[in-house]
């Protein structure tokens, strides 16, 4: 458990126990680290996510996830296997430019 982890613990206990928190009223602690455990999990994907250009600063971990694209495995799969028929080099043979890349991509 990182010390994150250890802050959400001690955040929900003390939400429900209050301030003279005693780790010892707790049925099961094994559970409340997996949950504190979880919640880490969520801030650090909404990071990424965010990190990565998806969302909007202020939503939450459940807006953001409905922002994503449906099927982005699908769209990379169509995309590669288009680039497979059609020569990824102009004629001129000089490198594809960020712009054509970006209209492959916005074509599906």
């Known amino acids: ?7 959400y613990r ?4 003390r939400a429900v126990l209050g301030d003279k928190v005693s780790e ?11 949950i504190a455990e979880h919640l880490v999990d969520c801030e650090d994907a909404k990071k990424i996510l ?8 202020g939503m939450t971990f459940v807006e953001l996830a409905r922002s994503l694209p449906e099927n982005v495995r699908g769209m990379l799969r ?11 080099m102009p004629a001129t043979g000089q490198p594809m ?12």
Not at 24 to 34: F, G, H, M, T
Not at 97 to 108: F, L
Request: hydrophobic share 40%; aromatic share 6%.
């Open 1 to 7: 458990m990182n010390n994150v982890a250890r802050i």
């Open 10 to 13: 001690a955040e929900i206990l």
């Open 24 to 34: 010892s009223k707790v049925a099961n602690i094994d559970r409340l680290n997996q």
């Open 50 to 57: 965010r990190s990565k250009g998806y969302g909007a600063a």
């Open 78 to 88: 169509d995309l590669f296997r288009r680039q497979r028929r059609a020569p990824s």
């Open 97 to 108: 430019e960020r712009g054509e890349i970006h209209d492959i991509w916005s074509a599906r």
